[in-house]
């Protein structure tokens, strides 16, 4: 990855992550960037809490059997019995319907994705799912159920592979977990994208824009250009430079209409956001403008 698109990766992401390169079937190199561990962990006490909340509602349902004669021992079964489904029901049906997310993740930014850059596979879903299970809520619940007799050791002993199937995050560079390896897949964030600071305080937006601009305007300048746009509008050394600076874009870009000296900061932030979403669109895609100079080709891999 060249330095200016660091720079824009930088700007357009708000902060510096881990990042891997994933060849798409169609052979184009993608940048994707990891989710923390800290996010993984936070998406997945989200998620605890919403199972918890559906199993919780499942039990008041069950409740009146126990005044009707149930035994406990059958009514607990019955509960764990749901729980189990509950468990493998949530993840498996958000993350093929929502494409790879559930609400934790949603609400954390992340999403799950195929390692070899192909579309996620049902299989990989189910997979990873079910892999949970034996690697942390069957240990744990055998854990949490023994009885003290039968042994501190084998009491250790589940505790301590829970644990370190846990951990298994924080030794491999990918931050996999065992279900990620089996099914092929990775977890990654998938940020809001807005603008920062000052040049947002103004509502900018791609759909709230008071300009408007052609995919071949905006197709001119790249992300050198966007940077130094980017600081003119945080540190403008004068109002004159913003005037001669808006001058210079609107013949560049051929933009007929005449802007009016107190709109100029106005059609600068609304250039920068839509240049900038342009950019990022091309992104997506696999293609990189550097500058103005150069064409938005497919990006080398790194």
């Not at 034996?134 to 501190?152: H, K, Q, R, T, W």
Request: aromatic share 8%; net charge neutral.
């Amino acid at each position: 990855m060249t330095d200016v698109e660091g720079r824009l990766s930088a700007l357009i992401e708000g902060v510096s992550r881990e990042q891997r390169s994933i060849e798409t079937p169609e052979g184009v190199s993608l940048r994707v960037a990891l989710a923390t561990r800290m996010e993984r962990v936070s998406a997945f006490l989200l998620d605890m809490a919403f199972m918890g909340a559906a199993v919780f509602c499942l039990c008041l349902l069950i409740i009146p059997l126990f005044f009707s004669g149930t035994d406990m021992p059958i009514g607990m079964t019955l509960i764990l019995f749901l729980a189990f489904i509950v468990r493998i029901l949530y993840f498996t049906h958000f993350e093929l319907a929502w494409q790879g997310a559930t609400p934790g993740k949603k609400i954390c930014g992340l999403r799950v994705i195929n390692r070899s850059g192909g579309p996620l596979a049902p299989s990989a879903v189910i997979a990873r799912n079910l892999t949970r299970e034996v690697e942390f809520f069957l240990p744990l619940g055998i854990f949490l159920s023994l009885d003290a007799s039968l042994g501190v050791a084998r009491q250790l002993a589940l505790l301590g592979w829970t644990c370190a199937i846990a951990a298994l995050p924080l030794f491999n560079r990918d931050h996999l977990r065992a279900g990620d390896i089996i099914g092929g897949t990775v977890v990654i964030s998938m940020p809001k994208r807005a603008l920062k600071g000052d040049l947002s305080e103004r509502g900018q937006s791609a759909d709230g824009a008071a300009y408007a601009f052609s995919p071949s305007q905006l197709a001119i300048y790249g992300a050198f250009e966007l940077q130094a746009l980017e600081e003119l509008l945080r540190h403008p050394p004068s109002d004159l430079a913003l005037e001669e600076v808006c001058g210079k874009i609107r013949r560049k870009i051929g933009y007929a209409e005449n802007i009016e000296r107190h709109d100029v900061r106005r059609f600068l932030g609304d250039f920068y956001a839509a240049e900038r979403a342009a950019l990022e669109h091309g992104q997506l895609f696999g293609h990189f403008k550097a500058d103005k100079t150069s064409a938005s080709e497919p990006r080398a891999k790194s």
